[in-house]
């Protein structure tokens, strides 16, 4: 990201949880492909578990690894489609596409917040709540932000760092610079 904005540092949080769930994700799988279980019984106790399918395929794992568990659900090719992950006392949901990247996820970690992804895994829209008030953040194709509305820190043209109040109304151009804003 080319400049800061929305509390920036929320923002690098929820990159940085997509990114974390997306290794998570694939830690998983890896998982779910080295495990064996077989039969059926009432209670299993376990660090792992992995639901086949009919045919022996895993299709669901849930996993405890450094005390932050998480169910993850494969397509029948294998492929991770959704998690939901505890870390550190946060809850994530994610919603992944037919590669596994994350494309949505619904997380609480400065509080709640929903980052859709693009087919790449890269963050395009974000709603929080923190506890600086609610922030929508807009970004294109490149990363770069595009709209911001809530409060925010912003690289103005002249290439100073503005604060804004969370009444704040914001538009970047693509160079990532304010090129025009509202404030109440």
């Given at each position: 990201?080319?400049?800061k904005?929305?509390?920036e540092?929320?923002?690098?949080t929820?990159?940085e949880?997509?990114e974390?769930?997306e290794?998570?994700?694939?830690?998983?799988?890896?998982?779910?492909?080295?495990?064996q279980?077989k039969?059926?019984?009432?209670?299993?106790r376990?660090?792992?578990?992995?639901l086949?399918?009919?045919?022996?395929?895993?299709?669901a794992?849930?996993?405890?690894e450094?005390?932050?568990?998480?169910?993850?659900?494969l397509?029948e090719?294998?492929?991770v489609?959704?998690?939901?992950?505890?870390?550190?006392?946060?809850?994530?949901?994610?919603?992944?596409?037919e590669?596994?990247?994350?494309?949505?996820?619904?997380g609480?970690?400065?509080?709640?917040?929903?980052?859709?992804?693009?087919?790449?895994?890269?963050?395009?829209?974000?709603?929080?709540?923190?506890?600086?008030?609610?922030?929508?953040?807009?970004?294109?194709?490149?990363?770069?932000?595009?709209?911001?509305?809530?409060?925010?820190?912003?690289?103005?043209p002249d290439?100073k760092?503005?604060?804004?109040?969370?009444?704040?109304?914001?538009?970047y151009g693509?160079?990532?610079k304010?090129?025009?804003?509202?404030?109440?």
């Amino acid at each position: 990201m080319a400049r800061k904005e929305k509390g920036e540092e929320n923002m690098v949080t929820i990159e940085e949880r997509l990114e974390n769930m997306e290794r998570e994700l694939e830690r998983v799988k890896e998982v779910l492909a080295r495990s064996q279980v077989k039969g059926t019984a009432k209670e299993i106790r376990a660090n792992s578990f992995v639901l086949e399918d009919e045919n022996g395929e895993p299709r669901a794992g849930l996993l405890v690894e450094k005390g932050n568990p998480s169910l993850t659900l494969l397509d029948e090719k294998g492929k991770v489609c959704a998690g939901l992950f505890v870390e550190k006392s946060s809850p994530s949901l994610a919603l992944c596409n037919e590669n596994g990247k994350s494309r949505a996820v619904l997380g609480i970690a400065n509080g709640p917040a929903l980052v859709l992804a693009d087919e790449n895994g890269r963050p395009r829209a974000s709603l929080a709540i923190s506890k600086d008030g609610p922030s929508l953040s807009l970004w294109d194709e490149k990363g770069v932000g595009r709209f911001a509305a809530g409060k925010t820190k912003a690289i103005s043209p002249d290439g100073k760092t503005i604060e804004y109040p969370e009444s704040s109304l914001i538009l970047y151009g693509p160079d990532g610079k304010v090129i025009w804003s509202a404030i109440k």
